[in-house]
């Protein structure tokens, strides 16, 4: 059995601006081939941590390591090993989209035969190809943000991370990107994520922190979120009435709807608890069963006490 070892190790992450404290005391570990996502409102500190994890700004206090490189001291392994896509696009409209990969490939030093590959690799990969020789500029929202993502891509990193990639698309063009990440991980590529979509995070994260006023306040499986948050509950569909009465005495904490023929328990979402339940009903009692448990809304809402639309101070920009 292969054993991932870590693509990122943060212990104490802390950043401030004058007196205002950004990012306090932040650990988190993500293994290689995992996609991480943080979670936070406007101000919460995505933004800086991401910029500290791939070298753009120095932390006050902490250890980081990437790739197996200390940050502050191995600056410059880190930046050989990321690729970074940030919430706005590096993309140059004045350029093609084959010129806008190429000029990645030169930053990168790759020479011209291995740039002219990587370059129609890419192009394919994110359909692209039909465009290519179009200047960016004339590109849709998706096209742009797909192109952002190749050029992140151009040196081939193993890591990479992804500051709230899909804010401002459309649901399609959402989804088109989450497929891609969805294939970078295939290959056993790390995937740092920031985002304010819930349902991205619970799509395509292994795991999730959620970050609120700079701290690391839970973090976790989607399903291990959720359980931190109580409303989850069993519905069951019942034959008759008598049924539907004989239930309600049997177990305890249940509520009915007799016209609906329904029985509601709470529920922690734990497999051990659906288990004693349905052991201890007729099978000839129940006529459906499902299963509710709160969203990561419910859960954001109860950890941070906003909804994920809340309009709280940017972070202090560098």
Request: proline share 4%; charged share 25%.
């Amino acid at each position: 059995m292969t054993t991932r070892t870590s693509a990122i190790e943060v212990m104490g992450l802390c950043k401030s601006y004058g007196d205002r404290e950004v990012v306090t005391g932040v650990d988190l570990t993500v293994p290689e081939g995992a996609v991480y996502a943080l979670l936070g409102p406007n101000g919460a500190g995505k933004t800086t941590t991401v910029r500290i994890l791939s070298t753009l700004l120095p932390a006050d206090a902490g250890e980081v390591r990437i790739a197996g490189y200390d940050v502050h001291r191995e600056a410059d392994q880190v930046r050989a090993s990321i690729g970074v896509t940030g919430q706005f696009s590096a993309v140059d409209g004045l350029l093609t989209g084959r010129e806008n990969l190429r000029l990645m490939a030169d930053l990168g030093h790759l020479d011209r035969r291995r740039a002219k590959t990587a370059a129609e690799q890419l192009l394919e990969r994110f359909d692209l190809a039909d465009a290519a020789d179009r200047r960016a500029a004339t590109y849709s929202g998706g096209m742009k943000r797909r192109l952002d993502l190749a050029m992140t891509l151009v040196s081939g990193p193993r890591l990479i991370f992804l500051d709230e990639p899909t804010t401002g698309l459309d649901p399609r063009s959402r989804r088109d990107l989450w497929g891609i990440v969805r294939e970078l991980v295939a290959d056993g590529v790390t995937v740092f994520l920031t985002t304010q979509y819930l349902e991205e995070a619970d799509r395509l994260a292994d795991r999730i922190g959620v970050l609120d006023g700079g701290r690391l306040v839970a973090e976790g499986t989607a399903a291990e979120l959720k359980r931190l948050v109580p409303g989850g509950r069993i519905e069951l569909q019942v034959a008759d009435g008598e049924r539907v009465a004989e239930l309600a005495r049997r177990l305890p904490g249940a509520s009915t709807n007799v016209t609906a023929l329904t029985v509601t328990l709470p529920h922690d979402g734990s497999l051990a608890t659906l288990r004693r339940l349905l052991d201890g009903i007729d099978d000839d009692a129940v006529t459906g069963l499902a299963v509710h448990t709160p969203d990561l809304d419910d859960v954001f809402l109860a950890l941070t006490g906003r909804p994920t639309t809340d309009e709280s101070p940017e972070e202090v920009p560098v």
